[in-house]
């Protein structure tokens, strides 16, 4: 074995590594090669160990949580892909983590790592009466991812970066910062994350005290909407960025305005396939229905892409992102 594999290997282990592993059974798309190396983390020591040695070794590392809202390339990602299973949260006293600051005396904090997934978390908030992530009841992936890209339920426009409090990232050289919510930037499908490149370690999330009942009705409701919208079929999460108003045509309605389905559905790619990748009838979702290849993923988008600004002058951009060699 070469030496990066065996430096790691004395690391963590050989339970936790695996060498060449195929990367379509960890992603929602099931789609992509193999990882050159696949390590599981369950605590955050050994995460930001995992990312201190990468560098030390000069490997290029990738850090997935659900692996939602990713597509691996078919020639697979070379060096080490870092499963985050670092899920554990808790309701937290404020004398835990608030000194000399001034807050709501009616706030509740829980601390969650950041492989949280996210339907365990919020099923806890609910029972625990806490107000404020009730509508992602039914959102894929974990905490990290959903702050990762301000995950939102689009029936209210609540989003998932509204809870945050404080966090603690980890730097691309391994370095730890510790941050407050205005840190974030958070925008409509962003944060300053996807321009950092910063992981997030754990987060500190702010809640309001509500009625049980009251939160699970809200959330089933959720739940409903989401079940009825998403496809039942494997699929990417959201694919399409949203339009910002400064690039959408004047003469779209408001409603039109922020969302890329309207131009792709206008554009008649709804049931556009290239090999088994498939524009679903709700078409901001690109399903699986066979064995779809990466290749024909980016095929599809660049032609959705062409179109979209020949016919609307809009710049469409992907959320899903395309990862590997």
């Given at each position: 074995?070469?030496k ?10 050989e ?17 992509g090669g193999?990882?050159q ?6 605590k ?11 560098n ?9 949580g659900?692996?939602?809202?990713m597509?691996v390339?078919?020639n697979?990602i070379?060096g ?6 670092c ?19 009616s706030?509740?904090?829980i601390?969650t ?8 978390l919020?099923?806890f908030?609910?029972?625990?009466g806490l107000?404020?992530?009730?509508y992602?009841?039914?959102l ?6 959903g702050?990762?890209?301000?995950s ?18 980890l730097?691309?050289?391994g ?14 499908d ?25 939160l699970?009705?809200?959330?089933m ?6 079940r ?6 494997i699929?990417t ?13 004047r003469?779209?309605?408001s ?26 009838e709700?078409?901001?979702?690109i399903?699986?229905i ?16 062409e ?9 469409l ?8 060699i």
């Open positions: 074995m070469d990066q594999y065996n430096k790691l290997i004395k690391e963590f282990g339970t936790n590594l695996k060498i060449n592993e195929p990367m379509n059974e960890h992603t929602s798309f099931k789609i193999s990882a190396y696949y390590l599981t983390v369950d955050i020591e050994d995460l930001i160990k995992a990312v201190v040695v990468a030390d070794l000069s490997i290029p590392y990738l850090i997935i659900g692996g939602t809202n597509i390339s078919d697979g070379k080490l892909v870092i499963k985050n299973n899920r554990a949260f808790k309701v937290i006293d404020k004398k835990e983590i608030i000194e000399n600051q001034e807050i709501d005396e706030e509740i904090f601390y790592e950041s492989g949280a997934i996210m339907n365990l919020v099923r908030a609910i029972d625990q107000s404020g992530l009730e992602q009841l039914g894929p992936g974990t905490i990290g991812g702050i990762y890209m301000n939102n339920f689009a029936g209210k426009q609540v989003f998932v970066g509204n809870n945050v409090y404080s966090a603690t990232l730097t691309k050289s370095k730890l910062k510790e941050v407050n919510d205005s840190y974030f930037n958070f925008s409509y962003r944060s300053i994350l996807q321009d950092t490149h910063e992981t997030i370690l754990s987060l500190v999330l702010r809640f309001i005290p509500e009625d049980k009942n009251i699970l009705e809200r959330a409701g959720a739940l409903e909407y989401r009825l919208r998403m496809p039942k079929e699929s999460g959201f694919t399409y960025r949203n339009i910002s108003i400064n690039q959408s045509p003469d779209m309605s409603n039109d305005i922020k969302s890329a389905i309207n131009y792709i559905e206008e554009a008649g790619f709804v049931g556009k396939s290239i090999g088994d990748v498939v524009i679903h709700h078409p901001n979702f399903l699986n066979g064995n779809a290849k990466s290749k024909d993923v980016v095929k599809l988008f660049a032609i959705v892409k179109k979209i600004w020949n016919k609307f002058g809009i710049q951009l992907m959320e899903t992102h395309i990862t590997g």
